[in-house]
């Protein structure tokens, strides 16, 4: 059976589950979050202090549960792409991707020639240390490589046709809270003026079938932006849920043992 992989889940628009890891990164973290039913995961360097190093090792633990992994880096950054890459990235997110060029600056730094740019390293952890000839190498690493482009700004917003059209977008991803505070309203999803920016991504998502991806904090709003167009739905993440599930526990047994 073939393994499963980032990109043949951008390839459709049935709805892909999973959750952002920001704290666990335990040698154990994907086949926990496979055996619970997720089909991606979010590993996050920009808010949790995860180096390299740390990503080097968690996409070995996502590799043996055959748990696809998209890796958002700190910034834009060609170091952070590239190497990230090299680690064995199958996805990349950066954030306040607000421009066509600040795109193709990414797709550029995570696609060999001739779609990119990036530095050549082959026989290392991203092509799982098998050789190769050089063509093969650079053929599958562009192909099995997905660019999840994380819209969180108001220029973002502004140029997200051009953005979505370019090849090598394969994800259009919406940092809500981020977007929320560029847009002048700080925390307010219910504002028209965010309302209205939510469906402009979506609509240029679906003119230029790309997928879209966003996080949600319960299940109700999974299914409401599920009902929207978004199939990359990524639930919580490992910090809140772990809280959220033992106070619940905790308040419980404490109100019953009164």
Known sequence: MSEPS????????????????????????????????CDFAFFDMEHSGFSLETVKSAIRYFEAADL??????????????????????????APMVSTVEQAQHIISSMKYHPAGARGVALQIAHDRYRPGSVADKF????QRSVFICLIETADGVKNIDGIAGLDGVDCLWVGHFDLSVSLGIPGDFAHPTFIAAMAKIVSAAKRHNKSLG???????QGHEFYAQGFDF????????????????????????CQ
């Not at 053929?139 to 562009?142: F, L």
Request: glycine share 8%.
């Open 214 to 220: 966003r996080l949600v904090p319960n299940v109700q």
């Open 139 to 142: 053929e599958a690493a562009n």
């Open 68 to 93: 696809p992994v998209m890796v958002r880096v700190p910034s834009q950054d060609y170091h952070f792409l590239a190497r990230a890459m090299d680690m064995g990235a199958e996805g990349l997110i």
């Open 233 to 256: 739905i990524c639930y919580s993440g490992d910090v809140w849920i772990l809280h959220d599930a033992i106070a619940d526990a905790v308040s419980k047994i404490r109100a019953g």
């Open 6 to 37: 980032l990109k043949a889940l951008a390839s459709h628009r049935r709805v892909k589950l999973g959750t952002l890891v920001a704290e666990f990164a335990t040698p154990g973290i994907g086949h926990i979050l496979k055996s619970a039913g």
